[in-house]
């Protein structure tokens, strides 16, 4: 079956840097495109970042220049690298495939 696994989340203070891992099995994660989405409390889940079957990346505004998307294919893994962190980035993190799985969130604290 569809498993996505988050790791990295964290408490980390202002301007500090978290890097969040997402581990899939039970499907070709070669062939499909994925995504890292946050929900933080009492707001609804936003899209962060993507990054195609080929590596092309889009983001969020409120991210660019500061987190990095990448993936390694022959780990099954995605990563979300965060710097120059914010307390606005503060959320839930959540790793989706587009065909309808998600992880079960790893949580990231930014203090100020």
């Known amino acids: 079956q569809v498993q996505l696994v988050e790791s990295g989340g964290g408490l980390v203070q202002t301007g500090g840097s978290l890097r969040l891992s997402c581990a899939a099995s039970?499907?070709?994660?070669?062939?499909?495109?994925m995504r890292w989405y946050r929900q933080a409390p009492g707001k609804q889940r936003e899209l962060v970042a993507t990054v195609t079957t080929g590596g092309s990346t889009n983001y969020a505004d409120s991210v660019k220049g500061r987190f990095t998307i990448s993936r390694d294919n022959a780990k099954n893994t995605v990563y979300l690298q965060m710097n120059s962190l914010k307390p606005e980035d503060t959320a839930v993190y959540y790793c989706?495939?587009?065909?309808?799985?998600w992880g079960q969130g790893t949580q990231v604290t930014v203090s100020s």
């Open positions: 989706y495939v587009p065909f309808g799985y």
């Open positions: 039970g499907f070709i994660f070669s062939d499909n495109n």
